[in-house]
């Protein structure tokens, strides 16, 4: 299995910063990876797909990076609303799977 | 308007079965992969399996902890997700969500989500 391991656990920031998570796969994947934010009792919503590609609907202060194990989620200019749990996934192979996730929070 | 609903969560024993479903609507189903996904209280996401779209004969994927006791199937008439659950363990309460999963080039990443259903095993 390949095991996604994101950094940090957990951050605080405060509106107007711009934050990065990172994420790493235990063997490459290409740019088979997503980005997920889940905010508390709601259901996970898909941003970016193929490493760096963001759905539709998903504003431009979302970026994505990196290929092979390495990744990168940028948000910029946080808002309220921005603050949530990020989960990095790999689809290059079964089982797919989750990293632990980055809770991001309110300084 | 996509929607994903889920219905059929609740407590059950350990030991027993459940069925969950997830109806369907705004997009061609049989196009779509569905998938789902659980969520233990407090914890992250897990991959449960996937049914592939009908274009690769609705075949299906499991998780290694869910093989041999979870079966997924669809029913296209209702354009319907269904997870039936057996053998049901402690560890697998969890919230379920289904998504919907698009494929092209080469690549199949989740797309749109349900709420989710609680299923809560315990005695």
């Known amino acids: 299995d390949i095991q996604m391991t994101q950094s940090p656990s957990s951050l605080s920031a405060s509106v107007g910063d711009s934050v990065t998570i990172t994420c790493r796969a235990s063997q490459g994947i290409s740019n088979y990876l997503a980005w997920i934010q889940q905010k508390p009792g709601e259901a996970p919503k898909s941003l970016i797909y193929?490493?760096?590609s963001l759905h539709s609907g998903v504003p431009s202060k979302f970026s994505g990076g990196g290929s092979g194990t390495d990744f990168t989620l940028t948000i910029s200019s946080l808002q309220p609303e921005d603050f949530a749990t990020y989960y990095c996934q790999q689809y290059k192979s079964y089982p797919l799977t989750f990293g632990g996730g980055t809770k991001v929070e309110i300084k | 308007e996509v929607q994903l609903v889920e219905s059929g969560g609740g407590l059950v024993q350990p030991g027993g079965s459940l069925s969950l479903s997830c109806a369907a609507s705004g997009f061609i189903f049989s196009d779509y992969y569905m998938d789902w996904v659980r969520q233990a209280p407090g914890k992250g996401l897990e991959w449960v399996g996937r049914s592939r779209n009908k274009a690769n004969s609705y075949t299906t994927e499991y998780a290694a902890s869910v093989k041999g006791r979870f079966t997924i199937f669809r029913d296209e008439s209702k354009d319907s997700l269904f997870l039936q659950m057996n053998s049901l363990k402690t560890e697998d309460t969890a919230v379920y969500f289904c998504?919907?999963?698009?494929?092209?080039?080469?690549?199949?990443?989740?797309?749109?989500w349900g709420q989710g259903t609680l299923v809560t095993v315990s005695s």
């Open positions: 193929t490493a760096s």
């Open positions: 998504a919907g999963t698009y494929c092209g080039g080469g690549h199949c990443y989740f797309v749109y």
